[in-house]
């Protein structure tokens, strides 16, 4: 298969390898099906991008819901040797760091919950601010406690009442990522964090009642909390304007920074810099900074949602999972026979640790780790776990990818619309604008069910258990 000058060879099935050409260092691999790979065809071309980075090593991994994002592609994975000249880049991140989903699990099925999920959805409605720059829900007292939240992320909420200890072991680095410098967070970037923890934002984020449709491995199922019918509370959000504003600002320096270490990269959104020199540090630590506050917005976010099934339902939220979507981490993997330590970079793409990993929880540790694959408004959404040997270092797809952009799903579909569909399927929808609904609708996205497919087929990661929608709170 050839797309444009690339020789595309299909390995396996659901593993596709792109010959290296040009100035790529590695292959690209793609995991995907037949059908989407050709819709993921513009974005191969920043899949062979960074292939180029310096120290990039094994492969630039594409997942199968890849589309097209700010220098990498958006599901993109890649790893750097840091002993060995490796790069760390912001665009291998993204703007919105720590981007990810937290999954609470409700001591209550739906037939328990029917009769007041009208009055529930109403108060998350009211509970979880949602929508470009709409309040929060943990109002800081000033930039010195906004401080405490960057170096100690749900860590420091749950320090302050906030939450149970669980929800620290329940969490991907225990509740904060350690390292975060918040002196290398600027001053606009702390401005615009200030009133935003506890918020979900605009875009693809939101707060989403669920319940448990199907169990595809009971055992895995029950370590991680969850059983037939079962209420869920999916919440996807990250680190807001202050996440947004840390890459804004790196990026700017990185981009300066380049010549002054001899790199040179296909694409200036690529900007990059060694990870031990002072500029790579330097957005290290503001990237910590921003992604413990994104773990910190969940939190809240977790806490809110808390409340409101509590008065509503007399129902109780006990925490599966939180896990980032948008983030770079230093991490030990073996290549090419020995033991290297690398920074690895994933975007839009969710660790998937196998059981017997170290990192996990010891509750945890047999199973695996909780996957959460969000979808879109109306469609499923996943748990799945890590798997022994999982390729692209321990990780899977992140979400359903999108095939529209927002101005094209706004010709296709009226928000209007949309929310009477989603209402007639029994979906309740509290949402921030119908710009923002139609923005989000559906068919502006790839189907979930087809990426995990192909995640599941490629051997990054299998299913435990489908999640259907019963209410939406939209940004």
Not at 138 to 144: C, D, M, Q
Not at 290 to 316: I, S
Request: aromatic content about 4%; some cysteine; hydrophobic content about 40%.
């Amino acid at each position: 298969m050839e797309i444009t000058t690339m020789e595309i060879t299909e390995e396996r099935p659901y593993r596709f390898r792109i010959t290296p050409h040009r100035d790529m260092r590695v292959p690209g691999v793609v995991f995907a099906s037949r059908r989407l790979l050709r819709d993921a065809e513009k974005s191969l071309e920043q899949v062979v991008n960074v292939a180029t980075l310096p120290g990039i090593v094994t492969a630039s991994y594409a997942m199968p819901d890849i589309h097209w994002g700010y220098g990498f592609p958006i599901g993109g994975v890649a790893a750097t040797d840091v002993d060995d000249g490796g790069v760390v880049s912001p665009g291998g991140v993204g703007f919105d760091i720590s981007c990810g989903v937290r999954l609470l699990a409700a001591d209550c099925d739906r037939r328990a919950l029917a009769p007041v999920l009208p009055q529930l959805m109403d108060g998350l409605g009211r509970a979880a601010p949602h929508g470009p720059g709409r309040g929060a829900v943990w109002h800081l007292s000033g930039t010195g406690q906004l401080r405490r939240v960057l170096e100690g992320g749900s860590r420091y909420a749950v320090e302050e009442g906030h939450g149970e200890e669980r929800d620290l072991l329940r969490c991907e680095d225990a509740g904060a990522v350690p390292d975060a410098d918040v002196g290398e967070v600027g001053e606009r970037a702390m401005q615009r964090g200030l009133e935003q923890v506890g918020s979900l934002g605009g875009g693809n984020h939101f707060l989403e009642v669920q319940e448990v449709d199907e169990v595809y491995d009971e055992p895995v199922a029950r370590a991680f909390g969850l059983s037939p019918g079962q209420v869920c509370v999916m919440i996807h959000c990250g680190s807001r304007g202050l996440g947004h504003q840390v890459c804004s600002d790196h990026v700017r320096v990185m981009d300066k920074a380049m010549a002054r270490y001899g790199i040179t990269v296909p694409d200036r959104q690529l900007a990059c810099a060694p990870v031990g020199s002072p500029v790579g540090k330097s957005y290290l630590g503001a990237m910590a900074a921003a992604a413990n506050y994104g773990r910190a917005n969940r939190q809240m976010l977790g806490e809110a949602a808390r409340r409101v099934f509590r008065r509503t339902a007399g129902a109780r939220l006990s925490l599966v999972y939180d896990v980032s979507h948008n983030l770079a981490k230093i991490e030990r993997h073996p290549v090419n026979g020995s033991t290297r330590t690398l920074c690895v970079h994933r975007k839009g793409a969710t660790l998937a640790l196998p059981p017997g990993h170290p990192g996990l929880p010891d509750d945890l540790r047999a199973v695996g780790q909780p996957v959460l694959i969000p979808g879109t408004m109306g469609t499923a959404s996943y748990v799945l776990t890590g798997v022994p040997g999982g390729d692209a270092f321990h990780s899977t797809c992140h979400g359903a990818g999108r095939v529209l952009s927002r101005h094209a799903a706004l010709r296709a579909v009226r928000g209007e619309e949309l929310r009477a569909r989603l209402e007639s399927q029994g979906i309740a929808v509290r949402g921030a604008s119908w710009r923002g609904l139609a923005e989000e609708a559906p068919e502006a996205y790839k189907d979930v069910s087809e990426v995990v497919e192909a995640s599941e087929g490629a051997g990054l990661c299998r299913k435990v258990v489908r999640l259907v929608p019963l209410g939406v709170v939209k940004g």
